[in-house]
């Protein structure tokens, strides 16, 4: 029984899957399925058991959660809905998994993603006010204001955020103020993109994507084919987004979402990831055409200017930009997008010279 959190957690999961035949995760969000995922492409049979009544609620609405089920069960992957575990207990034949509704599970490996809490004991003892984390204001200061919180420990407006993003966010504002560099600084949660990251499944959501926000709806699911999008637009601007599936609009769909730009008027184009009327589905296919304020690098909010900028500065190669800019750094999912661009401004200097 392994939890997912470590680097030494990932080693222990593959020295346990070496050999075995079957494993059990626990936790259908994010990570789990993309443990999953990792499991069965070991040719382990892989079963998901998640207390909620679709995958990746805090991403998802259920429609999506019910194509990303059908996609799985194409990778070997099943999945268990609406349970939850009471009991987990290991003998020589493996591990056994009880679940609420009477039955139980076995398998040689289960694996533990059914999220994380902060660590509070140590702020609770210095008297700070904890809730579900250290509780900060936007200036990311504690209850005392001589002692401030950020990150995965921090809870700010209710809210803990568990990505790297908006911790990257909350340091650039607690240097800004500690430093004085702008005293004023304040943190403002942004709507976060999150694309789960598992061999042969394209998905990214952000934002309200799951619906709440009164707005325009548009949806498209396509479950044979394992392919869903739901736009979610209001006054001409998305306001939340899932891609599930091949659709080539993504990098168009999460750069109109993160610059707030209007989208087109035929939205089809975005929906459907096909080149309908005025806008193109894909204008970042070559670095050329992808405007500098492009994020590049969700996690750590490296643009395209600023990957371009540090190559001009002298970073010439892949791993030079990434030490320059922390692009890449963190889920690791732009690296081809870094790579690309690298090489891209590699062969315009190179045609450069030859002219
Ligand atoms: C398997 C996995 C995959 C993930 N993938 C992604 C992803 O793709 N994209 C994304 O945005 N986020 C991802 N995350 C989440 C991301 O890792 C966290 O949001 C991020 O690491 C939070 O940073 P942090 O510095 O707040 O906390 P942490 O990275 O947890 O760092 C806290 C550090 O404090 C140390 N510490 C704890 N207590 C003490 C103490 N008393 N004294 C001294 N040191 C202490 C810990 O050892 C640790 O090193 C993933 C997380 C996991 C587990």
């Not at 070991?42 to 194509?67: C, F, I, K, N, S």
């Not at 996609?71 to 003998?91: C, E, I, N, P």
């Not at 030490?323 to 732009?334: D, I, N, Q």
Request: a neutral charge.
């Amino acid at each position: 029984v392994v939890p997912f959190r470590t680097l030494d957690d990932c080693r222990r999961i593959l020295a346990a899957a070496d050999g075995a035949r079957s494993a059990l995760v626990l936790g259908g969000g994010l990570l789990g399925l993309e443990a999953a995922r990792g499991l069965a492409t070991r040719g382990l049979a892989t079963t998901v058991v998640h207390p909620r009544e679709h995958l990746m609620e805090r991403q998802l609405d259920p429609a999506a959660g019910a194509v990303l089920a059908g996609t799985l069960a194409g990778f070997g992957v099943t999945v268990q809905l609406g349970v939850s575990a009471t009991g987990v207990a290991t003998d020589a034949n493996g591990v056994r998994l009880d679940l609420a509704d009477g039955r139980s599970l076995h398998a040689d490996l289960l694996v533990l993603s059914c999220g994380v809490r902060p660590d509070t004991a140590l702020a609770q003892a210095a008297g700070l006010t904890v809730r579900r984390g250290v509780v900060v204001d936007d200036r990311l200061r504690t209850s005392d204001r001589s002692i401030s919180a950020i990150g995965d420990c921090a809870e700010h407006d209710g809210v803990l955020t568990g990505l790297v993003a908006p911790a990257w966010a909350q340091a650039q504002v607690l240097a800004d103020v500690l430093t004085g560099t702008d005293p004023l600084a304040r943190y403002r949660p942004r709507p976060v993109v999150t694309r789960l990251k598992a061999a042969g499944i394209d998905l990214a959501s952000m934002g309200d994507a799951a619906g709440g926000e009164p707005g325009e709806e548009l949806t498209f699911a396509d479950p044979a084919r394992g392919t869903y999008a739901r736009l979610r637009i209001r006054d001409e601007r998305l306001i939340g987004a899932i891609l599930l599936g091949d659709n080539p609009a993504v990098g168009t769909v999460i750069q109109l979402f993160d610059r707030g730009h209007p989208v087109p008027t035929d939205r089809r184009a975005l929906l459907l990831g096909r080149a309908l009327g005025a806008v193109g589905a894909t204008p970042a296919a070559s670095p050329a055409l992808m405007p500098d304020a492009a994020t590049v690098c969700q996690c750590n909010t490296v643009s395209k200017g600023a990957l371009v900028r540090s190559w001009r500065s002298g970073a010439r190669t892949v791993d030079a930009v990434v030490a320059a800019t922390r692009a890449g750094t963190g889920c690791g999912g732009c690296r081809d997008a870094v790579s690309g661009i690298v090489a891209w401004l590699s062969q315009a200097e190179s045609v450069e010279v030859t002219r």
